[in-house]
C-alpha cells in the first residue's frame, strides 16, 4: 500500500465565491483575496464552481476568474475546485484549461468532478438537458474521454489541441465521496479531493476515501507519480474562541439572503456543527483537527474560511490560518509521522 510521506503538506485557500449585490465586486475582491493569499505563502487557491446560482454561489465557470487571478500574481498556483464533467464537452473544456494553464504560466490546478450530489444538482441538470440518473454514466465516459485528451494533446490523429495541453495530465485533481472513484482517481495518477460530505460517502469518510485511494495508487502509472490528496478544513479563527464567533455571527447578520434557508431549524452553532466548521483561537482549531484524517494523511491541507469574501475579516483569518494554524499543525504533523 502506497502512503503519504509528506511531513509539511502545502497549505492552500478552498474559496466559495457567492452572490453580492454587484457580482463584478464579488470577482474583484476573489482577485484581492488571491493576491494576499500569495502574500501569505498560500501554495494554491481554488475556487468552487456552481451552476445557476446554487446554494448563493457566483462562479459558474472557473476559468476567467483563475486567468485573472494568475494576471495579477506571480507565483500562487490556482485550481479549479471544480469542474462538473457531465456538464463538460471535453475537447472544449481541455482548451479552456490549456488556455488558462498558459496564461499562468503552467500553475493551473485541474480539478474535476460530478456535480452536487443529495439530488440538489436535479436543477442543474435539468437545465444542461441532462438525467440526474446519468450522473456516474456521464461522469465515467467524459473523464475517459478528458484523460486521452490530455495524454495525446490530439482529438483525432492529425489533429492536435491548442494550445498543446499534455503537461496539464499530470496535475488532474478527482473531487469526490465515493471510495470506488478514489480507487480510479489513484489508479489513473490522478490527485484525490477528499469530499466527505458526499451523498457516496462510506461509513468510514475521509479515512475510508484516503485508504481507498493509497492503497489503489501506483506510481508506475500514468498522470503524477506520487499520490495528493486534498484535505478541506473549515475554520473561522479568531484573537479568541468568543471572537471567533462574532466574527461568524457578523457574516450572518450581513448576508440574510445566504443563511436564509441555512438557520430556520437551526442555530449558528448547530449550523457551525453540522456542517464542520471550526471556530475558536489559532489554538482551539488546532486542537479540534489535530487528529482529523484530513489533517494527517492529506499532501495538501486546504483551508476554506465560510465567510463572505467581502466579510471585513476575512483577511486576518488568512493570516491566522497561515502565521499559526499552518505551523502549528505542521509540527504536530512531523510529530505523527
Given at each position: 500500500?502506497?502512503?503519504?510521506?509528506?511531513?509539511?503538506?502545502?497549505?492552500?485557500?478552498?474559496?466559495?465565491?457567492r452572490t453580492g449585490p454587484l457580482t463584478a465586486s464579488v470577482y474583484r475582491?476573489?482577485?484581492?483575496?488571491?493576491?494576499?493569499?500569495?502574500?501569505?505563502?498560500?501554495?494554491?487557491?481554488?475556487?468552487?464552481?456552481?451552476?445557476?446560482?446554487?446554494?448563493?454561489?457566483?462562479?459558474?465557470?472557473?476559468?476567467?476568474?483563475?486567468?485573472?487571478?494568475?494576471?495579477?500574481?506571480?507565483?500562487?498556483?490556482?485550481?479549479?475546485?471544480?469542474?462538473?464533467?457531465?456538464?463538460?464537452?471535453?475537447?472544449?473544456?481541455?482548451?479552456?484549461?490549456?488556455?488558462?494553464?498558459?496564461?499562468?504560466?503552467?500553475?493551473?490546478?485541474?480539478?474535476?468532478?460530478?456535480?452536487?450530489?443529495?439530488?440538489?444538482?436535479?436543477?442543474?441538470?435539468?437545465?444542461?438537458?441532462?438525467?440526474?440518473?446519468?450522473?456516474?454514466?456521464?461522469?465515467?465516459?467524459?473523464?475517459?474521454?478528458?484523460?486521452?485528451?490530455?495524454?495525446?494533446?490530439?482529438?483525432?490523429?492529425?489533429?492536435?489541441?491548442?494550445?498543446?495541453?499534455?503537461?496539464?495530465?499530470?496535475?488532474?485533481?478527482?473531487?469526490?465521496?465515493?471510495?470506488?472513484?478514489?480507487?480510479?482517481?489513484?489508479?489513473?495518477?490522478?490527485?484525490?479531493?477528499?469530499?466527505?460530505?458526499?451523498?457516496?460517502?462510506?461509513?468510514?469518510?475521509?479515512?475510508?476515501?484516503?485508504?481507498?485511494?493509497?492503497?489503489?495508487?501506483?506510481?508506475?502509472?500514468?498522470?503524477?507519480?506520487?499520490?495528493?490528496?486534498?484535505?478541506?478544513?473549515?475554520?473561522?479563527?479568531?484573537?479568541?474562541?468568543?471572537?471567533?464567533?462574532?466574527?461568524?455571527?457578523?457574516?450572518?447578520?450581513?448576508?440574510?439572503?445566504?443563511?436564509?434557508?441555512?438557520?430556520?431549524?437551526?442555530?449558528?452553532?448547530?449550523?457551525?456543527?453540522?456542517?464542520?466548521?471550526?471556530?475558536?483561537?489559532?489554538?482551539?482549531?488546532?486542537?479540534?483537527?489535530?487528529?482529523?484524517?484530513?489533517?494527517?494523511?492529506?499532501?495538501?491541507w486546504l483551508f476554506h474560511v465560510p465567510l463572505a469574501l467581502d466579510h471585513?475579516?476575512?483577511?486576518?483569518?488568512?493570516?491566522?490560518?497561515?502565521?499559526?494554524?499552518?505551523?502549528?499543525?505542521?509540527?504536530?504533523?512531523?510529530?505523527?509521522?
Open positions: 500500500m502506497t502512503t503519504t510521506t509528506i511531513t509539511a503538506p502545502r497549505s492552500s485557500l478552498f474559496v466559495q465565491v475582491s476573489a482577485i484581492d483575496l488571491a493576491v494576499e493569499a500569495e502574500r501569505l505563502g498560500f501554495h494554491t487557491i481554488w475556487f468552487a464552481t456552481r451552476h445557476f446560482g446554487a446554494h448563493s454561489a457566483a462562479l459558474p465557470t472557473p476559468f476567467p476568474l483563475l486567468a485573472a487571478v494568475a494576471q495579477h500574481t506571480d507565483r500562487i498556483r490556482v485550481g479549479s475546485g471544480v469542474v462538473a464533467l457531465p456538464f463538460e464537452n471535453p475537447v472544449r473544456l481541455v482548451e479552456d484549461a490549456a488556455v488558462t494553464d498558459e496564461l499562468s504560466d503552467g500553475r493551473l490546478e485541474l480539478g474535476i468532478g460530478k456535480g452536487l450530489g443529495f439530488g440538489l444538482s436535479a436543477t442543474t441538470y435539468a437545465g444542461f438537458g441532462l438525467a440526474q440518473d446519468d450522473r456516474e454514466a456521464l461522469y465515467t465516459s467524459r473523464r475517459e474521454a478528458l484523460h486521452r485528451l490530455l495524454e495525446t494533446g490530439r482529438v483525432a490523429p492529425g489533429v492536435p489541441v491548442h494550445p498543446d495541453p499534455r503537461s496539464l495530465r499530470a496535475r488532474v485533481w478527482q473531487s469526490t465521496g465515493n471510495p470506488e472513484t478514489a480507487r480510479h482517481a489513484a489508479r489513473a495518477g490522478d490527485g484525490l479531493l477528499a469530499h466527505t460530505a458526499s451523498e457516496a460517502a462510506g461509513r468510514g469518510g475521509a479515512d475510508e476515501l484516503i485508504e481507498a485511494y493509497l492503497d489503489a495508487f501506483r506510481p508506475d502509472g500514468p498522470g503524477h507519480p506520487s499520490p495528493r490528496v486534498g484535505g478541506t478544513i473549515a475554520v473561522v479563527p479568531g484573537k479568541s474562541d468568543t471572537d471567533a464567533r462574532e466574527i461568524f455571527d457578523l457574516d450572518v447578520a450581513t448576508s440574510p439572503a445566504y443563511y436564509s434557508d441555512k438557520l430556520d431549524d437551526r442555530d449558528a452553532a448547530t449550523y457551525r456543527d453540522d456542517l464542520a466548521i471550526h471556530c475558536g483561537d489559532a489554538g482551539t482549531v488546532v486542537d479540534a483537527v489535530r487528529d482529523s484524517p484530513l489533517v494527517t494523511r492529506s499532501t495538501d471585513a475579516r476575512y483577511g486576518e483569518c488568512m493570516a491566522r490560518i497561515a502565521e499559526q494554524i499552518v505551523p502549528a499543525l505542521s509540527v504536530l504533523r512531523a510529530q505523527h509521522i
